[in-house]
């Protein structure tokens, strides 16, 4: 989708500081974190939520499912923060808090903000 900030940043046309891609996905950091570890995984194709893409290609979303927890779980330990230990979770709709219009996971993990949107 051509107006979409997730897209570009899936094809590099807006920066983001990249922990883990291939060629399906892609994991970057938060630009706003919400916690001492605040990660946002997208997959390439653009889903608006998680219900779409469970819909649309179950194949996709099985893969970035699994692939969202190994990242989940090396992130936070590979940070020295609490082995293994993290949230998983999608904003799905306006009013519980989805902002971008592209489906991603959020992951979070060691100290998060107390007041955290997410
Ligand atoms: P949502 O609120 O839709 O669940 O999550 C969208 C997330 O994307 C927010 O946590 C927000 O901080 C993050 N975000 C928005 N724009 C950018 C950007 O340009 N770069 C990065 N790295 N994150 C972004
Ligand atoms: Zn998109």
Redesign the pocket.
């Known amino acids: 989708m051509t107006d979409c900030?997730f897209c570009k940043?899936a094809k590099g046309e807006?920066p983001?500081?990249i922990v883990y891609q291939d060629e399906k996905m892609i994991v970057?950091?938060?630009?706003?974190p919400?916690a001492e570890v605040h990660l946002?995984g997208i997959p390439r194709e653009h889903y608006i939520n998680i219900v779409e893409l469970t819909h649309e290609n179950i194949t996709l979303a099985q893969y970035f499912l699994s692939k969202m927890a190994e990242v989940g779980s090396k992130m936070s330990g590979g940070n020295g923060i609490d082995n293994g230990q993290f949230k998983l979770l999608f904003?799905t709709g306006e009013k519980i808090?989805?902002?971008?219009f592209h489906v991603?996971a959020?992951i979070l993990a060691g100290k998060i903000n107390e007041d955290a949107?997410?």
Do not use: A, E, M
């Open positions: 900030l940043i807006i983001s500081d970057f950091k938060d630009i706003n919400q946002v904003n808090g989805q902002s971008v991603h959020h949107r997410v």
